[in-house]
């Protein structure tokens, strides 16, 4: 179970994340708003042995046994050491939380994933096609009384960028916690696929490394 009402693991992960640090799950959760870490705590221990063993994808990221949680791991990583290093730049429009908070919950349907299908908790299926799979994190995050703001409603929906379908040059459609997301998912995704897993290091130090300076 993943304790997440530590007010040192906060502070301490706070400090982490400032240092540089690639900090581990708890503590990058310990970063959210208060509502969501407890929601987010209880979708993980209510489905823990799939989190666990889920992969990233089939082939193209982080895609062995629990590459799933690697994957969700780097993005929120990248986001705490992009957001600190762009908005010490110029300010940016939204909080790390709500950037967090989307990268937990961007590929919330993954896990749920069985030979083509989704399946939830009571059993039932439906194939795994795009859309079905929106729907489904969407079932996921009212199930769980997950709350998002507008803002992060907008990076759920466009967190793999704008389809050609619904892409126009005369409106705006993805916004500016949207386009950050998207960055943070392409670079664990695109450029850092196979990293997430420290392969030849027991589970204690898996963390540890830093980010280079």
Request: charged share 30%.
């Amino acid at each position: 179970m993943i304790r997440l009402d530590n007010y040192s693991e906060i502070r301490l992960a706070t400090l982490e994340l400032e240092s540089g640090h690639y900090l581990d799950l708890t503590s990058l959760l310990s970063l959210v708003r208060y509502h969501n870490r407890q929601r987010f705590g209880k979708i993980i221990d209510d489905n823990a042995e799939r989190f666990m063993t889920a992969r990233g994808s089939t082939h193209n990221h982080q895609a062995w046994k629990g590459g799933y949680l690697d994957h969700v791991r780097e993005t929120m990583n990248i986001a705490c050491q992009l957001y600190r290093t762009l908005n010490g730049l110029r300010k940016l429009p939204f909080q790390l939380s709500d950037a967090l908070e989307v990268m937990f919950l961007h590929d919330i349907e993954k896990p749920f994933k069985q030979e083509g299908f989704l399946v939830d908790s009571e059993g039932n299926k439906v194939e795994a096609t795009k859309a079905n799979r929106e729907q489904f994190r969407r079932n996921l995050i009212v199930k769980y009384d997950i709350k998002l703001t507008e803002e992060q409603d907008n990076a759920m929906k466009y967190v793999e960028g704008v389809p050609d379908n619904v892409y126009t040059p005369n409106f705006r459609i993805m916004r500016e916690l949207a386009a950050f997301c998207h960055c943070c998912d392409i670079l664990s995704a695109r450029l850092w696929h196979d990293r997430g897993q420290e392969i030849d290091a027991p589970e204690w130090e898996r963390f540890e490394y830093k980010w280079q300076s």
